[in-house]
Every structure is written in structure tokens, then in C-alpha cells.
């Protein structure tokens, strides 16, 4: 299968992409911090949550024969990091996912969302999780 695109030695795929490898067993790791990812949710079932300050613990663990899609909100800046490290590990299938969840969710592609989680700021690199009423 001929996908994606390399960016600064980055292989780099689009959302329908990510979500047609998917469909084909890829799986995606959502390293976007516990608070952030309780809101808007990939709206697939193969997805791991391993935020961006632990995911290096938990890369030992996967298998390196699979496809991994590396995501987060839409920088992806951490995650071309994470990416650039798991293929020095020696993961071979793995992209990082362009313009992340906000491009997936623009491209009307599926996602779980729980307006309980819902988040507060007034830009991207703002968002904070919603405050809490004390019982």
C-alpha cells in the first residue's frame, strides 16, 4: 500500500489514511495528556492513550511488527518526536498522524466524544480541563 508522506524524515500520513490503515489493524497511540483526550476520543476501537510524559514506558511493551499511527491534538510536534524515536527503536510501520485529532475530526472521520470532559480556553494551547463544583 502506497500512503503517506515524509515531512523533515518524518513519515506522516492523513486522517483518511490513518483510518483506512486502521480498518487494516494499524493502531493509533493517542499521546495527547489523560485531561485532553477525556473530551474528544478517536472513534476507533484500535486506539492506545499513552500521554506523551509515559508513553516512552509503555513503547517496550508493543509489538514491533505492527502499525502504529502516532497522534495528537494538531501541532504534532511531540509526536513526530515519539515517532522519530520509535523507528530508532526499531518500529518500522510507524507514521505520525497529520494535523492530528483536530484534522480526523474536520475530515468528519468517527470520534467519542463526553461533554462532561468538555474543555475550556480560548485557543488550542489553552485548553484546560472544565473546573469542578466541590460537594
Known amino acids: ?31 495527547r495528556l489523560d485531561y485532553m483526550s477525556r473530551f474528544k476520543r478517536f472513534g476507533v476501537e484500535s486506539t492506545l492513550y499513552f500521554p506523551v510524559n509515559i508513553c516512552h ?15 495528537e491534538s494538531a501541532t504534532s510536534m511531540q509526536s513526530r518526536e515519539v515517532v522519530k524515536n520509535m523507528i530508532q527503536a526499531g518500529f518500522q510501520n510507524t507514521y505520525n498522524l497529520a494535523g492530528g485529532l483536530v484534522e480526523w475530526e474536520r475530515d468528519g472521520l468517527p470520534i467519542k466524544i463526553d461533554t462532561q470532559e468538555r474543555l475550556s480556553g480560548s485557543c488550542m494551547c489553552q485548553l484546560k480541563p472544565p473546573k469542578r463544583k466541590q460537594k
Open 1 to 31: 500500500m502506497n500512503i503517506g508522506f515524509v515531512s523533515g524524515r518524518v513519515p506522516n500520513v492523513t486522517p483518511s489514511e490513518a483510518l483506512q490503515l486502521c480498518e487494516n489493524g494499524a493502531i493509533i497511540i493517542d499521546i
Open 57 to 71: 514506558d509503555f513503547l517496550t511493551k508493543l509489538n514491533k511488527d505492527k502499525v502504529y499511527i502516532v497522534a
